[in-house]
């Protein structure tokens, strides 16, 4: 297979990544919308208290919602389409420069990793009684890397898909 081809799969596993990423966020606005909630506050915010997360836990149509199916296993989904995609095509396009380079496809397993302490805490946190100001500081923080590395993820993988056309409009491939 030539390597048009495989970058070609990667443009679209990763638009079809982002587009799982936004249709599952779309799935989860009308339950929220309904309770007067932001839409998955927990995972997109770092603007919400100890007392926000406890009146979501209240709602227990809203909390068991948001675990299952949100949560496990839809998001799940999204998180792996997410980092395996851009995972794959840091590795591959940057990986043409030399196998250093391939190392930052290490960046979505980051995501990866925090965005799965995240829903899992979560989902631990949403039990009533099990949320304290301690517990929302460590949510907090795996949200912030996990932001933090989705957005790093997202950067590589433009950067990198950049400097693939560039080499390849140029000749310069291998």
């Known amino acids: 297979m030539d390597r048009t081809w495989i970058s070609i799969g990667l443009v679209v596993s990763v638009v079809a990544a982002f587009g799982l990423y936004h249709w599952v966020g779309n799935y989860a606005?009308?339950?929220?919308?309904?309770?007067?909630?932001?839409?998955?506050?927990?995972e997109k915010s770092l603007d919400y208290s100890l007392g926000d997360l406890q009146n979501l836990a209240a709602k227990a149509d809203l909390r068991k919602f948001y675990v299952v199916p949100l949560l496990f296993p839809l998001d799940l989904f999204v998180m792996l389409a997410l980092a395996g995609s851009m995972g794959a095509a840091i590795w591959y396009w940057f990986g043409a420069l030399g196998p250093g380079w391939a190392l930052l496809a290490l960046v979505p397993l980051i995501y990866l990793v925090s965005d799965l302490a995240e829903d899992g805490l979560l989902a631990w946190m949403l039990q009533p009684g099990n949320a304290s100001q301690t517990t929302i500081t460590t949510l907090k923080t795996l949200t912030l890397i996990k932001l933090g590395s989705v957005i790093a993820s997202a950067i590589l993988?433009?950067?990198?898909?950049?400097?693939?056309?560039?080499r390849a409009l140029s000749g310069n491939l291998s």
């Open 29 to 42: 606005a009308g339950p929220f919308e309904a309770a007067k909630l932001s839409s998955r506050f927990p």
């Open 157 to 166: 993988t433009v950067v990198a898909f950049g400097l693939y056309l560039c």
